[in-house]
């Protein structure tokens, strides 16, 4: 996570006092409607957990991709402002290529020096702009007979475009124009972005990587930056080109509270970090490990100014040793206290085999981590049946703050993730209403940006700082 991304789009995005003046109605304004949505929501989540097929990520579907120049069309989605006639705002491509980097902007920087030196420290034969390994995350990149060329309506230097996301559109394009249900766009192909599991697998994808791409540490080695996910807060980063409103969940959308989408996320991100241990193509678990998938500070950091370990009761390790990055298991285990304890209670039990494995070769890790994404699939109909109220909320955030003073989150990584998990946290507060604008916007601009300034700089990670920065927070809840 870099200084400038929260601070200036994270909570810039969010309080009137600091925000773009354009921003800044549409996020809040998305606020007030979450509360109402609640009835609708229980309902259709109860519909929906049943069907447990995982939807096929965009880029690998059947159908043909329209370009988004099928989308832009002025009473479409590309008018120049929000209309709203249609439902949805319909100034959707102007956000997008405003605002949102997955515009031409992801596409443009395989054109820059840091790409070129990437891929040539890579010995890559092709430029990184025409290269599968870079445009398979930096645009829409279906396989050549997946692209409407005709009229040059796809064109892959858009970035990634609506259907990286939504879907190849060559079925629905048309119906989702002439008032099909949301169900029959999805049936004909539209992906499910709303549904909290489908969307965070289709970011993954791309902040993570799956079984066909993925920044490994080779990649990362050549110059990649690091990847970090939170599917609550990036999905407010992006940011929102949607308002679930009233009519958006009559229309049989989910729209979770970003509290449960960030426990779910959670439980995915898990569950797709399992899955990279356990795929041969990109890890050996144990043996020949994927650097990746382990704390990078582990082995990145000065040896000048020694004596940053501490003790972490969660791994069981001593000092001196490579840890996987088991940031997204701590933000789970916090869930799923609140969730399911007893679940709660095996997966800490589980993690600590896990690192065991991991890190000194003892016991199979490779069947922990099956028991563990077995466990998860179990358990995520249940946490999307989740009621975030205010005594979970206040719960969430007493636990989390009490295992980062506790030292569970010494790690770079782990502090990371419990400060973006805060920030929504106390976000969600605000949408609860336990705390009111004034509140906030103090919060948001003193002791939420102290803690995320102190996790802006992995190779400036201070975890007797990152504790202060916390203890603060702390204080500043109680009794909320
Ligand atoms: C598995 C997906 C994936 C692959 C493969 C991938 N990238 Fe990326 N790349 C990303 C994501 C996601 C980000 C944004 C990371 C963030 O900011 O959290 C990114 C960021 C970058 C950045 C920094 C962008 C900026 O705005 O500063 C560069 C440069 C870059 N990638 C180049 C490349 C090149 C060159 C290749 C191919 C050799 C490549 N990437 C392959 C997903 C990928
Ligand atoms: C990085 C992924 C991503 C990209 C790229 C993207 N979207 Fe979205 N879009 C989402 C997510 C997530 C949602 C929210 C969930 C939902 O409503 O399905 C959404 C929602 C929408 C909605 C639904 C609003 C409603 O009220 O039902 C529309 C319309 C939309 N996007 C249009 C577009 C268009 C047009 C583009 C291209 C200019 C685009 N999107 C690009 C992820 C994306
Ligand atoms: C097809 C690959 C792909 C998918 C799918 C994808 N992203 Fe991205 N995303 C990228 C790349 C590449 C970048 C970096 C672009 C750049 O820096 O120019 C990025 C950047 C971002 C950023 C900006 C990060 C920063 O450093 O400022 C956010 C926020 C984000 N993505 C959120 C999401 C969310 C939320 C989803 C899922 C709804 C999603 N992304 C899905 C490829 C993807
Ligand atoms: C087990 C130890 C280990 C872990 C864990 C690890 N790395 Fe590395 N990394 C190395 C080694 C060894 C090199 C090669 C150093 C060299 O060539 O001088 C390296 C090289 C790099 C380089 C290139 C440095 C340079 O000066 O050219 C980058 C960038 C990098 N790693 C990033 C990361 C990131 C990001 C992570 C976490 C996601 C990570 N590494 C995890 C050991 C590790």
């Known amino acids: 996570m870099t200084r400038g991304r929260i601070r200036s789009r994270g909570p810039g995005l969010r309080t009137s006092a600091t925000a773009p003046a354009k921003s800044a109605p549409r996020s809040l304004h998305r606020r007030r409607f979450e509360l109402p949505a609640l009835v609708v929501l229980l309902v259709l989540l109860a519909a929906a957990s049943a069907s447990a097929e995982a939807p096929v990520i965009p880029q690998y579907g059947p159908d043909k991709h329209e370009g988004v120049s099928s989308c832009d069309g002025s009473t479409c989605h590309g008018s120049a402002a929000p209309r709203n006639d249609r439902n949805v705002r319909q100034d959707e491509v102007l956000i997008w290529t405003e605002e949102d980097r997955h515009s031409q902007r992801a596409y443009k920087v395989l054109l820059n020096r840091d790409s070129k030196r990437i891929s040539q420290n890579l010995g890559r034969k092709k430029p990184p702009h025409q290269d599968d390994l870079c445009l398979d995350c930096h645009a829409d990149n279906p396989p050549k007979d997946k692209r409407r060329t005709e009229n040059n309506a796809f064109r892959v230097e858009d970035g990634v475009g609506c259907e990286g996301c939504h879907g190849g559109a060559e079925r629905w394009l048309r119906p989702h124009d002439s008032g099909a249900t949301h169900a029959k766009n999805v049936e004909l192909g539209m992906y499910p972005t709303d549904e909290p599991i489908a969307r965070t ?38 940011p929102y080109h949607w308002e679930p409103d009233a009519d958006y969940t009559a229309r ?24 990279a241990m356990l795929d041969d193509e990109r890890n050996r678990l144990g043996l020949f490990p994927e650097l990746v998938l382990y704390d990078c500070q582990a082995c990145h950091h000065g040896i000048d100014k020694m004596r940053r370990w501490r003790p972490r009761q969660s791994t069981g390790l001593g000092p001196g040793v490579v840890r996987l990055n088991d940031s997204n298991f701590l933000m789970l285990v916090q869930a799923l206290q609140l969730i399911d304890p007893a679940a709660a ?36 109909p249940k946490m999307e049946k989740w009621k975030v109220d205010a005594k979970a909320l206040r719960a969430l955030s007493k636990n989390v703050l009490a295992d980062a003073l506790g030292g569970e989150y010494a790690d770079y990584a782990g502090s990371e993730q419990a400060a973006m998990a805060l920030q929504t946290i106390v976000y969600g507060y605000y949408a609860e209403e336990l705390i009111d604008d004034a509140v906030y916007d103090g919060l948001e601009q003193r002791e939420l940006t102290k803690l995320l300034d102190a996790v802006a700089d992995p190779d400036k990670f201070n975890p007797d700082a990152a504790k202060k920065a916390f203890r603060a927070l702390q204080k500043k809840l109680a009794g909320r």
């Open 252 to 275: 049989g959308k989910q729209a979770p509270s970003d509290v449960k989408l960030w426990a779910i996320g959670q439980a995915v991100a898990v569950d797709e970090v399992l899955d």
């Open 201 to 238: 697998r289709l970011c993954l994808s791309c902040h993570l990587g799956d079984r066909k791409k993925f920044v490994d540490h080779r990649l990362m080695g050549a110059g990649h930056p690091r990847q970090s996910f939170e599917v609550a807060l990036f999905s407010i980063l992006q």
């Open 345 to 380: 209670k095996t997966l800490r039990t589980d993690l600590k085999a896990l690192h065991q494995g991991a890190s000194e070769g003892r016991g199979d890790p490779k069947a922990i981590a099956r028991r563990i994404r077995a466990n998860i699939a179990k358990l995520l």
